[in-house]
């Protein structure tokens, strides 16, 4: 156990989508939540809060001495950043914690309105290691997220490299892909997962195509959708890697399942400072499958284990596992129980294939050989009987799995602790009295959680005492009754000179009035500092751009293509290999076709990769493309002699303040983020040097950038590169969807999966309003074109900026010679004119 913690430094932060869940999450001990208001947050299906009602919310976690941490976690667009600046100034009036925080434009903005608002970054900031903490350190953030695939090895060493606050999500829904890295709801529907808007792609079933022939999975169809997040029993080793705040998920989950989860993990992080032992037990792990599960795991905590992060058979939410059937009759179904059971409770038939109407319904009778039997039953077999209009028996068949959805009886118990009019607790108020007959008595009172002291004086001079003078029992009894109010009575002092009097009715004005005062000082919002900005003050502005000089780049990910792509006359080449190792070869081909050339990053950067960034640099390549800030910090560092930086679209730069922040650190250009449609690219281009802005024109989009790594799951038996047999060297996969698009999955040098959308992307029609905005550089991307398709793309998109033809007629002839066609993206949800 660590001896340099206090209780009170470790925090529990639980999630809060409506008034309901706040009060649950205070009433089963958190120390800080967080919510959203109706906008700027990465829950946009949640109630969420109004943010008129800022000031009720802060005053009421104040008072409880919870702290209030506002959701700012989405990326912010070029027209939304005076609504934005609205948002924060009501935060700092209100007294807001913090704010947490994914656009580091956002961020900039926020420094440039108050220098000591609190600031966290979110886990969508995409915060992996050491180097990606550094980073952001000159704008002074209170703390970070971490990434939910770091494990504890990793959270120990950023820990003492850094020795900044950490967040680590806890317990909670697992995404697939590395948040603020999924373009998926983006590509398919519009619905960006950077604005709160995911559409749960990853919870959908797929098949999987290994070198082109489809692999039998049996009732494996759900190969993205991970388990849940269940660390209970890891929180002593948490505590002792070195984390702050312990993050619960679920701003769209019940207020039922906020109490359970609070008051499980504030259980083990109580015993952990207390010096017990604290084993989650089997009705703790089933209590917390109860409230909501689709079967829980370590996450990436424990470290990698391609075998254990993804069941494969269901993607939602089943609950407690009861058994199987064993029988069905005429009217109940027999079951071989391995959990408890009761009646009221709702149940589920499991039958394999969660795609189809599932029979379930609640639990009327419970029997053995005919026999009703009250109460609950444990283990063994029982004859379950449902409501006749619940079930229909025909569709249950021997074999199927059951499920506890649903225990009213546990949500009854949960309710009952936050459903109450009574203080959900109280805190001890220390009182010093001083008396003198002829003068007032003065009572001072101290808040010993805040430390903050009124001092309150009687409006009468105290008097001798004929009877039944003042004394510890009577003051204790009089100023101790603080029921109702959040206080109560901690040590007494009395300096009493003589035997003296007041009436009791000045000893209840004194007690109300000191409660009161010391409650207004409890729930006064916290003071910063505030400016008033003009948040388009350091807007600039590029001149048209000649299509004839643009300069054009072929993103290339095989040497094939990058032999192609040298013949052409392109003025740039990117390399984004799956093997780092075969970067020296790709920039002396680039050499021999006298084509600069830049060597991408890793999406991701983990403790212990430095080496990648180090073997990049050897390559000695003309630039390097940053695809996450912790190359962007280790490069800052660096400052590799005659190498070039620029930022990739993986950075999000979705406005004007996080593009100078980025230039403003060392890149020569940035990409835009590939959340921006047309016209929010042209806000974006309008308010910055668009000659120093990258805009991919033709990719495949990168919908799915995930640790899990569906080769190593499904093709092997090994947990991880360790002991996977390197299937991803000998197979191609790719998941094929609901519609028959076949995705392909490329493993990265980390041996991270990206799922790239099976359908090429062409701006092409949007070349001319680009241009018109001063943008001079533009990106074709490639993924498994020969050498000839290569050329031949290149070759139109050259066409198309010097005028030669138009973006229609690329997007024809691509949309023509594509077995698959092209899509317009995320850049045709605008109302800008094709041209």
């Known amino acids: 156990m660590r001896t340099d913690l206090r209780r009170e430094d470790i925090e529990l932060l639980a999630p809060a989508g409506n008034w309901e869940a706040m009060r649950a999450a205070v009433a089963n001990g958190a120390n800080a939540v967080y919510f959203g208001v109706e906008k700027f947050n990465a829950r946009a299906r949640a109630h969420n809060f109004l943010m008129a009602e800022l000031p009720d919310i802060m005053e009421f976690?104040?008072?409880?001495?919870?702290?209030?941490?506002?959701?700012?976690?989405?990326?912010?667009?070029?027209n939304e950043l005076e609504d934005a600046k609205e948002l924060i100034d009501a935060c700092i009036d209100a007294g807001v914690d913090a704010v947490i925080v994914q656009d580091l434009g956002l961020v900039r903005m926020i420094r440039e309105i108050s220098p000591d608002f609190p600031i966290h970054g979110s886990t969508q900031m995409t915060i992996t290691s050491s180097e990606a903490v550094e980073f952001t350190k000159p704008y002074d953030m209170e703390r970070v997220v971490l990434g939910r695939e770091n494990s504890l090895k990793h959270i120990q060493k950023i820990a003492a490299d850094t020795k900044s606050e950490l967040e680590v999500f806890v317990h909670g829904a697992l995404c697939v892909s590395y948040s603020g890295q999924c373009l998926t709801s983006e590509m398919w529907g519009g619905r960006s997962a950077n604005r709160g808007e995911c559409a749960q792609a990853c919870r959908l079933p797929y098949d999987m195509i290994v070198d082109n022939e489809l692999k039998d999975m049996g009732n494996i169809a759900y190969v993205l959708s991970p388990k849940d997040l269940a660390a209970l029993e890891l929180v002593p080793e948490l505590i002792e890697a070195g984390v702050t705040s312990f993050k619960i998920e679920g701003r769209l989950k019940s207020a039922e399942y906020v109490a359970n989860v609070v008051s499980k993990y504030s259980r083990a992080i109580d015993a952990y400072f207390?010096?017990?032992?604290y084993d989650p037990n089997v009705i703790d792990i089933a209590e917390l499958e109860q409230s909501f599960s689709r079967g829980f795991t370590h996450g990436f905590l424990s470290g990698t284990n391609h075998q254990e992060l993804v069941d494969g058979t269901f993607p939602k939410k089943r609950g407690v596992f009861l058994g199987h059937v064993k029988k069905v009759f005429r009217d109940a179904i027999l079951i071989d129980l391995q959990a408890p059971l009761k009646r009221g409770d709702g149940i589920v038939f499991d039958a394999g294939d969660p795609t189809q109407d599932e029979e379930g319904g609640r639990v009327?009778?419970?029997?053995?050989?005919?026999?009703?039997?009250?109460?609950?039953?444990?283990?063994g077999m029982y004859e379950i009987v449902m409501g006749r209009n619940d079930v229909n028996l025909g569709r249950i068949n021997v074999g199927d799995k059951v499920w506890r959805t649903s225990d009213p009886e546990l949500d009854r118990r949960l309710r009952k602790t936050f459903d109450t009019e009574k203080p959900y607790r109280t805190f001890p108020v220390n009182v010093s009295v001083h008396g003198t007959i002829g003068q007032p008595l003065v009572t001072i009172w101290t808040d010993v959680k805040t430390e903050q002291t009124v001092t309150i004086k009687s409006d009468k001079a105290a008097e001798a005492a004929l009877k039944r003078p003042l004394s510890d029992e009577v003051l204790r009894d009089q100023l101790g009754r603080l029921g109702g109010t959040v206080y109560h009575l901690g040590e007494l002092t009395l300096d009493l000179e003589g035997e003296i009097i007041v009436p009791m009715s000045e000893l209840n004005r004194m007690r109300r009035e000191a409660s009161e005062q010391l409650l207004a000082l409890r729930i006064a919002p916290r003071q910063y500092q505030k400016r008033d900005v003009d948040v388009y003050e350091d807007t600039l502005a590029a001149e048209p751009a000649d299509g004839s000089t643009a300069n054009l780049i072929a993103l290339c990910r095989s040497l094939e293509q990058i032999e192609a792509a040298g013949k052409t006359d392109v003025d740039y080449i990117y390399a984004d290999f799956e093997f780092v190792r075969d970067y020296p070869k790709a920039v002396e081909l680039a050499r021999q076709a006298g084509k600069k050339i830049a060597l991408a990053t890793p999406r991701i950067l983990m403790p212990g990769e430095r080496g990648i960034l180090l073997n990049i640099i050897k390559a000695k390549p003309d630039g390097i493309l940053i695809r996450n800030t912790g190359a962007a910090y280790f490069f800052e560092q660096e400052r590799p002699e005659g190498i070039e930086l620029i930022g990739d679209f993986s950075l999000n730069i979705a406005n004007h303040k996080a593009a100078n922040l980025f230039l403003e650190r060392g890149l020569k250009r940035v990409t835009a983020s590939y959340d921006l449609n047309t016209e929010q690219m042209v806000d974006l281009l309008s308010q910055s040097d668009a000659s120093k802005i990258e805009v991919v024109i033709h990719q495949h989009m990168p919908m799915f950038h995930t640790e899990h790594c569906v080769y190593a799951t499904f093709l092997s038996e090994g947990n991880d590169y360790t002991n996977c047999g390197q299937v991803c060297e000998q197979h191609r996969v790719s998941l094929r969807d609901r519609v028959d698009f076949e995705h392909p999955v490329r493993v990265d040098t980390g041996c991270r999966n990206?799922?790239?959308?099976?359908?090429?992307?062409?701006?092409?029609?949007?070349?001319?309003?680009?241009?018109?905005?001063g943008v001079c550089t533009y990106r074709v991307e490639f993924l498994e074109e020969?050498?000839?398709?290569?050329?031949?793309?290149?070759?139109?998109?050259?066409?198309?900026?010097?005028?030669?033809?138009?973006?229609?007629?690329?997007?024809?002839t691509l949309n023509a010679t594509n077995q698959l066609g092209v899509t317009r993206g995320q850049l045709n949800k605008t109302g800008v004119t094709r041209g």
């Open 61 to 78: 976690l104040h008072m409880y001495g919870v702290k209030g941490f506002l959701t700012f976690n989405i990326l912010v667009f070029e």
């Open 364 to 379: 009327y009778d419970l029997r053995i050989k005919g026999q009703k039997i009250e109460g609950k039953v444990e283990a």
């Open 754 to 773: 990206t799922v790239y959308n099976a359908v090429d992307q062409s701006g092409a029609e949007f070349l001319s309003e680009f241009l018109q905005y």
């Open 274 to 277: 207390a010096g017990e032992a």
């Open 786 to 812: 020969d050498g000839g398709r290569v050329q031949e793309v290149l070759k139109l998109y050259r066409q198309a900026l010097q005028n030669e033809v138009t973006g229609t007629h690329v997007w024809r």
